[in-house]
């Protein structure tokens, strides 16, 4: 079988549309995760739609419906701004960090959203040449995937981690 039927009908492989879809959200991720390990921030701001909100947010807040954000951006002009003071601002120590995402899920009917409503639990770990690999931060993404040219992109991106306490300071993007 060479060729499809489009990204909605019985393509390559007989996948269907549901599973395409699915392939396609995934790989969203999976590329987010990639972009953000191997520190290329300008590909991975292009994973996100311009008015796009991202905030970073302990779950303890969230809970008490308190605004108080770690992290927040509500334009990817303001995540440019961010990985700007990343490169050029902020002094850390050097460290390698790495992303897993699982348990990806749609949340049907979620009130109130134009795209894709997601969910996925997420881990941090850190790694520094002074210290043993560690957990950084673990969580929820909740997220709304939306489709901009042909592509999945970001309109909204709430990492929510499940600790009160982050464990150092919180610099790069979750």
């Not at 701001?45 to 905030?55: A, I």
């Not at 902020?90 to 897993?100: A, T």
């Not at 134009?114 to 520094?128: K, Q, Y």
Request: hydrophobic share 45%; glycine share 6%; charged share 25%.
């Amino acid at each position: 079988m060479h060729g499809s039927d489009g990204v909605f009908g019985e393509g390559l492989l007989g996948l269907t549309a549901a599973a395409i879809a699915r392939l396609a959200v995934v790989e969203l991720y999976d590329e987010y995760n990639h972009l953000l390990d191997s520190a290329d921030f300008d590909a991975w701001l292009q994973l996100f739609t311009e008015d796009c909100d991202y905030r970073v947010v302990a779950r303890e807040n969230l809970d008490q419906g308190l605004p108080l954000a770690t992290m927040r951006c509500e334009s990817r002009a303001m995540l440019a701004d961010r990985i700007s003071a990343i490169r050029s601002t902020q002094f850390h120590r050097p460290r390698l960090i790495r992303r897993f995402v699982s348990g990806l899920r749609v949340v049907p009917d979620e009130p109130g959203v134009d795209g894709i409503a997601m969910r996925a639990s997420f881990l941090m770990v850190e790694s520094t040449n002074d210290e043993p690999t560690r957990i950084l931060l673990a969580g929820e993404h909740r997220d709304i995937v939306v489709a901009v040219d042909g592509r999945l992109c970001f309109a909204r991106k709430v990492c929510v981690y499940d600790s009160p306490l982050v464990p150092t300071s919180l610099i790069h993007p979750v």
